[in-house]
Every structure is written in C-alpha cells, then in structure tokens.
C-alpha cells in the first residue's frame, strides 16, 4: 500500500514498541503530506513516548476499533512540536467530525478541570 493510499483512509493504525519488543497498536485519524503520513497526539501519551524512544513503528489501514484491513508496512516515525499543519490538514480531511471531536474534549476536560494536553505530530515516513 502507498502512502497516498493510507493518507486515504479514514483510520490506520500505528504499530509502536515496547522496551521488550511487545506491540502496541493504536486506530489514529492520519493525514498525508510531502510522502509521509501525520498524526496528532497528545505529547506525553505513550505511543509519542515510545516513538521518542524508538522510531521504527509499523502502519496499516485499519476499522475505528483497530482491527487490521491490510497488510503491515514498516516506517520510521519522529516527533515535531509544531501541530498547525497536522490540525490543518486533519480538519479538511475530516470536517465536522474533527470539529466535533475537539469541541468535545475540550468541553470534558473543562468539567473535568484538567489543562488542555500540548499536542505534538507524529510524522510518519515508509520505508
């Protein structure tokens, strides 16, 4: 599968590593730009922690609950600080779900009194 197939898709999971090898896959909204594929998370979650620990993850098209719909491909995986393109592109991709997804968020952490979580990309590069 390409990269502008996966940008394609709806979901995709990212396939990153624990210390011991073990697998953790995550559904995520994704993003194509410039040949790699973008991804938004929150800056301490634990798929950014293993990624800055170690870049190689795995990527393939995916359902919203993470089931597998294709074959696994290897990439290498960095972090960027700056969100804006990533929020750019996932909200003409996906419209008002995006809209509606943020807006909810931020509205359950605003009852929960939690501070906004800083965001990073996740930029992704087959191999």
């Known amino acids: 599968m390409t990269t ?3 940008a394609n898709e709806q979901y995709v999971s990212i396939t990153t590593f ?3 090898g073990t697998p953790v896959s995550t559904p995520v909204w994704v993003a194509g730009a410039n ?3 973008l991804v938004i998370s929150e800056a301490d979650s634990w798929k950014v922690k293993r990624i800055r620990r170690d870049g ?3 990527i393939a098209p995916c ?3 993470g089931a597998i ?4 491909i290897d990439a290498e995986a960095t972090i960027d600080p ?3 393109a990533v929020e750019t592109l996932l909200l003409q991709k996906y419209g008002w779900m995006y809209r509606a997804y943020m807006r909810f968020s ?3 952490r605003k009852l929960r009194r939690e501070p906004m979580p800083t965001g990073v990309t996740i930029r992704i590069t087959p191999n």
């Open 35 to 37: 040949g790699n594929l």
């Open 56 to 58: 190689h993850v795995r």
């Open 69 to 72: 719909r294709g074959e696994p």
């Open 82 to 84: 700056d969100t804006s």
């Open 18 to 20: 624990k210390r011991n």
């Open 106 to 108: 931020a509205l359950t």
């Open 63 to 65: 359902s919203v609950r």
């Open 4 to 6: 502008s197939q996966l």
